[in-house]
């Protein structure tokens, strides 16, 4: 039974604490933050107890998190203007396999040619992590800027600017080191990345995105709000959204810090990115 069935069937004919508690618990569940499951809960207590009207009870629901369910999207590019894609996120929630993703719906698409991207692989700490870039690189045919092990990756993301402007990419696509949140040293190499972007680029050309797992629950809450504290975070990616969390991560993150989503992740393969689109969204949230 979905979320909806179940809150109607425990407010139906009823205004006891209890079952609200109950109601609290299934939003809790569904991968909501508590702030939210409350006053998702309060808003239904205060119209709905006692009624069993499906619809009123789907509409508060819906209302409430519908101004925290905000859908982002990728700046346009414009031509002979170097662009930056910067994506960061703890390791394994699925930045390298996202970076790949975005570049093939945006050639997919159209929007610009394989030949124009580069990828910089700037995970000098891991090799697997560039040799994974470069076998997605390899397999897409775009070009792809490394490191050498363990050289310093604001150093490996200046050179792949340089080389950029040098072919004359128009967009780069950086694939951070996987920060641990709580690693304070790290996040501040982080902080040093996104400086040494915005000695090449203007603050228009560069978009920043925090990748989180969507079946994480509550720790994606700290995740975003922690990256958002080095620098301005424009949106989210909610990579493995088939892997049956909630997408609670969504409404959740934005209630904490007003980041709003780009895209969810949908699978493995390349195509498997969607863009995020908040009706859509809520009709899943709310089946
Ligand atoms: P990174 O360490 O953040 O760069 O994470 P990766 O991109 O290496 O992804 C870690 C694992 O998650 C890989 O096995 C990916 O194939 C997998 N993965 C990434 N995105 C998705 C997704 O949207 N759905 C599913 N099912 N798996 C994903």
């Not at 992590?129 to 993301?157: C, F, M, N, W």
């Amino acid at each position: 039974m979905g979320l909806i069935s179940n809150i109607i069937t425990f407010v139906k004919g009823t205004e006891s604490k209890k079952n609200i508690a109950e109601v609290e618990d299934m939003l809790l569940g569904s991968g909501l933050s508590p702030s939210l499951a409350f006053s998702i809960s309060k808003a239904l207590q205060r119209s709905f107890i006692g009624a069993s009207k499906r619809d009123d009870i789907l509409r508060t629901v819906r209302e409430t998190l519908q101004p925290l369910v905000v859908p982002y999207t990728l700046q346009p590019l414009q031509p002979d203007t170097l662009h930056v894609l910067f994506l960061l996120g703890v390791n394994g929630v699925g930045k390298t396999s996202t970076v790949a993703k975005i570049a093939y719906m945006l050639a997919k698409n159209k929007t610009i040619t394989k030949q124009s991207m580069l990828f910089c692989a700037s995970d000098t700490f891991r090799t697997a992590a560039v040799e994974q870039l470069s076998v997605h690189a390899d397999a897409l045919d775009i070009d792809i800027y490394k490191g050498t092990r363990g050289q310093d990756p604001s150093a490996v993301i200046y050179a792949s600017l340089e080389h950029a402007k040098k072919e004359k990419k128009t967009l780069v696509l950086i694939d951070s080191a996987g920060r641990m949140n709580t690693r304070k040293d790290l996040m501040q190499q982080l902080e040093k990345n996104y400086r040494i972007i915005q000695k090449h680029v203007k603050v228009e050309e560069l978009e920043t995105f925090v990748v989180v797992d969507g079946n994480s629950g509550l720790n994606t809450i700290n995740q975003a709000k922690d990256f958002n504290t080095l620098f301005p975070v424009h949106a989210m990616i909610c990579a493995k959204y088939d892997g049956g969390g909630s997408g609670g991560a969504i409404p959740n993150i934005y209630e904490a810090c007003s980041i709003p989503c780009a895209f969810l992740g949908t699978g493995e393969g390349y195509q498997d990115l969607m863009a995020f689109e908040r009706e859509r969204f809520l009709d899943e949230f709310l089946s």
